[in-house]
């Protein structure tokens, strides 16, 4: 099997990844019917690193894949330099692939002189050489403006609720929104489930202290119902596990979490093993360890998502149409990661 993939007419597709999660790659590789660039890369005794493309990739459609995920900055440099390596062997196009985009919660000032560290991340990529961005459940769609080239936000809502279609009883269920921002977000949940009830926690955060937020309230009935809070990250889970306390607060039958992005920083894991929450839904955009996982967390592959947004950028196909589901071919019986 050839790591490059040929397409037509004189199109040649290649996937690389840096050292973050190279099990993701390699499972993205599988789906399109390809293999894994090979990459020599390691650390100089100083903490620099070395990349060199071991394969020529001039004249290809170069997909450069990395988790940014512990240590983030290290592997936000890595993928640059790669971009680099890539561009400087005359790659036909680079794209970058960031299931999840490091740096996108500052995408706007709260307090004088702050940083938009959700720009400065675009601006980056783009001046390593990158033409265009695919990414998994920006934390701000708008974040794409951000980007001169294109920007293919892919959504994993299809994939989770494919799962979440028979894991409740959706007579009963009412979608949550854990904060006023996602309440767009959990209004497409509730009216792709059949139009069920939605409801909103009342929340405010302190700018001045990271991963805080106090839930005062909440808007819509819970009482005796089976709660889906659904969320685009869980950090340190602080404040969604303040949204499964006030739930059970208000009387809610059981509570589900649900996001796309499973950082499980800090205490997040045994804060999630107290919370009372009888099921943890999240996607692997960054890897997800035995150590982190618990007997009532199940994660999802995110591999078939992201080769089908690649296949469809590589044969200059609609990307808008994943939203509704995956392809046939890329669906998969073994759904989890």
Known sequence: ???VLE?????????????????????????LGTEVLPTAAYDFANGEMYVRFTEPVRGADVFIMQAHTQPINKWIMEQLIMIDAAKRASAR??????????YSRQDKKHLGREPITAKLMFSLLQAAGADRVMTVDLHAAQEQGFFSGPVDHLTAMPVLLDYMRNRLPLDNTTIVSPDAGRIKVSEQWAAKLGGLPLAFIHKTRDTTRPNHAVAHGIIGDVKGRDCV?????????GTICEAVRTLHEHGAKSVTLVATHGLLSGPAVDRLRESGAKEIVLMDTVP??????????????TAPLLAA????VF??????NLLNGLPEDMRTRNIYA
């Open 288 to 301: 997800i360890p035995e150590e982190k996982r618990l007997p009532n967390m199940t994660v999802l592959s």
């Open 7 to 31: 397409g037509t007419p004189d199109k040649r597709l290649a996937l690389v990844t840096g050292r973050a999660y190279p099990e993701q790659a390699e499972e993205t590789a599988h789906y």
């Open 229 to 237: 809070v659904v969320d685009d990250m869980i950090d340190t889970a």
């Open 1 to 3: 099997m050839s790591a």
């Open 93 to 102: 196009s680079i794209t970058v692939v960031a299931p999840f985009f490091g």
């Open 309 to 312: 947004g690649i296949r469809s």
């Open 315 to 320: 044969e200059s196909r609609s990307v808008s």
